[in-house]
């Protein structure tokens, strides 16, 4: 492995895990502030017990965020030195405000850990919305950073030297919004699902089912509201990208030829050599309708790219694949339990459902992996697209695979870490979080 | 608007090594416990840093971003030619920060109990060590862009002794930090005495590491001695630290709490203002006399006007509600520690 695809791995998988993290960070916060909600209007012992199990989650989560990102701000440098030294006064500002947000969220989350029977229940309450709302800042403010590298503004770009750079037009760089729309979807669907699965096993298992059940209505709700939405924020980003990028909606679609009446491709092997795909199912002038809302009109193919600008095919193609469809089985999966809920047809008591859910616990976050994996790698060769090429900006340190072994060894035994803590919070919930089951330990 | 972002960046430097470095000494004081009270001293610890240790560290975070955004020529240069010593300081913060909130929030007591306090003690002492190698990278005048081999670009800069000992120099200062924080929180005698014993040792091991850096510095041709003696502001300052060391020696059992804390923390003070002021505003010495300056390698000027803005709205929304968590834990704090729950 040479250094460059060193750096490039070891940044791919510490943002890959800081991801995950970041956005049960984000999200939890919000279903622990409904389940505090309801105790605090209804007194329901168990949704206290409920926000006190999630909060715990919460804090496991938000501490191995919150060390992941303070290590992703020094690896920007240790690994991409010539990229920090240009961009850092240009799109540095959404990280400035990141660090407020971040630590309001640190501090918020201080007073709601230890806070209870402390101060003013609904001040209590406050502190835990203001984790979550700060956190859903800190993952907008980070994702418009990323846009920048995908839609640079801001700056004059003139014989290699950044001129009148401005900050604020930077951050709000166009491809922000449709960004971080479709990252703050994809954070809420992700994690509903992910917490709903595992709900709903334990409600299948027969366990402190009440407990699990009152967990499982807020988690499914919130996962199938944010799966319904987000293929209506996929097109508006879609259609984004076709404009600023058109070779990376080229990759992601593995469309080679710049034609009208272009065909959306279904699934496939792309083959970069002959410039064709192979096994797919086309779908005749659908792409071009869907970027241009009109079927006749062309959608510029790779082949028009020159060769040195275009982003790896295949895997940008798959990954795309595997997001839209498992963004459709979610969506799916989160209108029938929506309707089965409108028609009061009791759907945490249908087996089959559940189990569905239980399948569906990871796929939210294999497909926000997946998005991921397609804005980065459909952005090489570029680090800022058309400005900067990534393999300019690697540090010159040489020995950078070992670092890469270290690292992917902390991140596997990190989050063997957190999972295996995540379960045995979940082995004690008869004994520390619901009320009314019998070996209940009422530490009050 | 670029002094008012020197200022935030200094300012964040001097908490993280105030309170952050309190909060990594919590580990090194429990790291340096006897066998017989490790379990007592880690849950006074704990009580008095829980709900505030993670709101510590971000000021880290500030620092960093500052440095990124306003000054990216010393941010660059820093983590290519001294990647391997931020690197290991990064594994620290992960190992230290992920252990200590493991520790806590394992729903089961047991043996795994053990491993993360390994974890946590060890990488305690470990991050600040490396955070001193990197001061003392910077003022060493050893980073030198211009080498040709592997060992001297990007290992002997920081790899000497000079730089070593500042390293110790800092776990010491880190482990005295947290001491005098926790006898202003204990409540009984014999605690109050155990972590006075404690904090003598903490001193002395700062005495012993700080005449070692001076030391090493003259071994290594870093004109250390020089810079401190030849200024009258940095004199007073060192003075004024030692002077307070001796009187607070003399008085750790009978000074009231608040005096001690204020007294350590400006003695800490002074010791960075001693270190940051004498090349102010050089900020990081190469290898062949040159250096980076805060003054001249800047960003643009919209930049810094944008950040110093940032910052200082960012304060209005942190600082206010930072005061009330650290104030509310601190009256509760009172009531309750001292007593092994």
Redesign the interface.
């Known amino acids: 492995m040479d250094d460059f695809i060193a750096a490039r791995s070891q940044m791919a998988l510490s943002l890959g895990f800081h991801i995950i993290f970041a956005c049960v960070g984000m999200v939890m916060p919000f279903f622990m502030a409904i389940a505090h909600f309801k105790y605090l209007r209804s007194g329901d012992e168990m949704y206290k017990g409920l926000t006190k199990a999630w909060s715990k989650g919460v804090a496991i989560l938000f501490a191995t965020g919150a060390v992941s990102g303070t290590m992703l701000s020094f690896e920007l440098g240790l690994l991409w030195p010539k990229f920090m030294e240009h961009a850092g006064p240009i799109f540095g500002m959404p990280f400035s405000l990141e660090g407020t947000a971040f630590f309001i969220e640190a501090i918020a989350l201080g007073f709601f850990l230890y806070g209870w029977g402390r101060f003013n229940k609904w001040f209590h309450w406050f502190t835990g919305v203001v984790v979550g709302i700060s956190g859903l800042a800190s993952g907008i403010l980070v994702v418009a950073a990323n846009a920048w590298m995908n839609s640079p503004a801001g700056f004059d770009f003139v014989n290699g030297e950044y001129l009148n750079v401005d900050p604020m037009k930077a951050m709000f760089n166009e491809a922000w919004l449709s960004q971080s729309i479709h990252m703050s979807i994809a954070a809420f669907s992700a994690t509903g699902f992910a917490v709903a699965g595992v709900h709903a096993l334990m409600i299948l298992r027969q366990k402190n089912v009440e407990f699990h059940s009152k967990a499982f209505k807020i988690a499914a709700f919130c996962a199938a509201i944010a799966a319904i939405l987000q293929p209506l924020s996929g097109d508006f980003s879609a259609k984004d990208v076709a404009k600023r990028q058109p070779a990376k909606l080229a990759a992601m679609e593995a469309h080679f030829h710049t034609e009208a009446h272009a065909p959306l491709i279904v699934g496939g092997v792309p083959d970069e050599e002959s410039q064709s795909v192979k096994y797919a199912v086309k779908l005749p002038g659908l792409l071009s309708w869907m970027v241009h809302g009109d079927a006749s009109k062309p959608v510029t193919g790779l082949v028009d790219i020159p060769k040195e600008d275009r982003p790896p095919v295949a895997i940008t193609h798959y990954s795309f694949q595997v997001m839209v469809g498992l963004g459709m089985v979610m969506l799916l999966l989160g209108v029938v339990y929506l309707v089965l809920l409108a028609l009061k047809k009791q759907p945490l008591s249908k087996k089959w459902l559940m189990r569905l859910f239980v399948l569906a616990t990871p796929l939210g976050y294999i497909a926000l992996e997946a998005g991921w994996m397609v804005t980065e790698i459909g952005r090489q060769p570029w680090i800022i697209y058309g400005v900067m090429r990534t393999a300019d900006a690697v540090t010159p340190m040489p020995g950078l695979v070992y670092s890469f072994y270290l690292f992917t060894a902390v991140f596997v035994s990190l989050s063997a870490i957190v999972v295996f803590l995540l379960y045995r919070q979940i082995l004690m919930v008869s004994k520390l979080y619901d009320v009314n089951s019998p070996d209940y330990l009422d530490k009050n | 608007m670029l002094y008012v972002v020197i200022a935030y960046l200094w300012a964040s430097i001097w908490l993280y090594l105030l309170l952050g470095g309190a909060d990594f000494g919590a580990g090194i004081v429990e790291l340096f416990s006897s066998k017989g009270n490790k379990l007592h001293t880690r849950n006074i610890m704990y009580k008095a840093i ?3 240790w ?2 510590n ?2 000021w ?3 620092a ?3 440095l ?3 000054f ?2 010393i ?6 030619y001294v ?1 391997i010593p ?2 290991a300081m ?2 620290g ?2 190992a230290r ?2 252990a ?3 520790r ?5 007591d047991d043996r795994w109990q053990k491993v993360y306090s390994k974890i946590f003690v060890y990488s305690s002492a470990v991050t600040p060590f490396f955070l001193g190698i990197i001061a003392g990278t910077t003022v060493s005048g050893t980073i030198n862009p211009q080498a040709d081999n ?1 060992l001297d ?2 290992v002997l800069n920081w790899l000497n002794w000079f730089c070593v000992s500042v390293g110790c120099f800092t776990v010491a200062i880190c482990g005295y930090l947290a001491t005098i924080y926790i006898i202003g929180e204990v409540k009984e005698q014999s605690d109050k005495a155990l972590f006075v014993r404690k904090a003598k040792f903490m001193i002395i091991a700062a005495f012993v590491f700080g005449a070692l850096v001076f030391a090493t510095a003259a071994y290594s041709g870093v004109p250390l001695a020089q810079w401190i003696f030849g200024h009258t502001v940095n004199v007073i300052a060192i003075v004024l630290a030692i002077a307070s060391l001796l009187f607070m020696w003399k008085s750790l059992y009978v000074s009231s709490p608040v005096l001690l804390r204020i007294l350590a923390g400006f003695q800490v003070t002074m010791i960075l203002f001693a270190a940051t002021s004498t090349h102010f505003p050089n900020i990081v010495l190469l290898h062949g006399g040159q250096a980076l300056s805060l003054l001249e390698d800047v ?2 000027p ?2 810094i006007a ?2 110093a803005w ?2 200082l ?2 304060s209005i ?2 600082l206010p ?2 005061f009330y ?1 650290m104030y ?2 601190g009256k ?1 704090n009172k009531e309750v520690i001292g007593h092994d729950a």
């Not at chain 2, 806590?104 to 089961?108: C, F, G, K, Q, S």
């Open positions: 829980g709900p505030v993670e709101a560290h971000m880290l975070i500030i960093v971003v500052i990124f955004v306003g990216p020529q941010y660059t240069l820093m983590s290519t990647h931020l690197a990064l594994l913060i992960i920060g992920t200590f909130t493991f806590n929030y394992d729903a089961i592997f670009a990007y960003g643009s919209k930049t944008t950040l940032a910052l709205i960012g929304f942190i509600a930072l968590l509310s834990f509760e």
